[in-house]
């Protein structure tokens, strides 16, 4: 059965994972990419622009189609070595504000899941997101 997901990280790591096709979580670690299968959905959320920055963005950035069930380390540096799994995103995905769904009562249930990370999410309020992210629901099926 398909899931649903939202992950939470800077805009300028969630545009590094989408031109790559992948998707890294709570800072590279395996234990969430595990939960995902293929075929579940993924949501970006960015509370920031970048980093270490102060400057917000508090926008669903992206979304995506997870593609397949291989996980695997990728060495960024020397010492960092994170896990990946590869993710069809959706190349038009609109940036879609906090504030456009923030009053929605299924917002209510999960904002403050944020925190975690990564969080699994209902299918009906996933079809939220995607429709403001401008997602063909032709795509949501394929």
Same mark, same amino acid.
């Given at each position: ?5 939202i992950?939470?990280?800077? #805009? ?5 994972? /989408? ?12 234990a ?6 293929p075929?579940?959905?993924? /949501?970006? =959320?960015?509370?920031?622009?970048? #980093?270490?920055? %102060? ?6 950035? &992206?979304?995506?189609? /997870? ?7 990728? &060495? ?6 994170? =896990? ?11 940036? /879609? ?12 249930? @999960?904002?403050?899941?944020?925190? =975690?990370?990564?969080? %699994?999410?209902?299918? &009906?309020?996933? #079809?939220?997101? &995607? %429709? ?5 629901m032709? @795509?949501?099926?394929?």
């Open positions: 059965m398909t899931k649903y997901w992950g939470v990280a800077s #805009l300028n790591h969630v545009m590094g994972g /989408v031109e790559g096709g992948f998707s890294q979580l709570c800072h590279g670690k395996e969430p990419l595990k939960r995902m299968k075929g579940d959905w993924l /949501v970006y =959320y960015s509370p920031k622009r970048e #980093l270490g920055s %102060e400057e917000k963005c508090q926008c669903f950035t &992206a979304i995506g189609r /997870v593609k397949g069930s291989d996980i695997y380390p990728f &060495a960024m540096t020397e010492t960092f070595i994170p =896990y990946r799994k590869d993710v069809d995103f959706f190349p038009n995905a609109k940036e /879609v504000p906090l504030h456009a769904i923030s009053k929605l009562d299924a917002w209510q249930k @999960y904002r403050s899941s944020l925190r =975690y990370g990564h969080f %699994e999410i209902d299918k &009906a309020f996933f #079809l939220v997101l &995607a %429709e403001k992210m401008g997602l063909p032709k @795509y949501e099926n394929k």
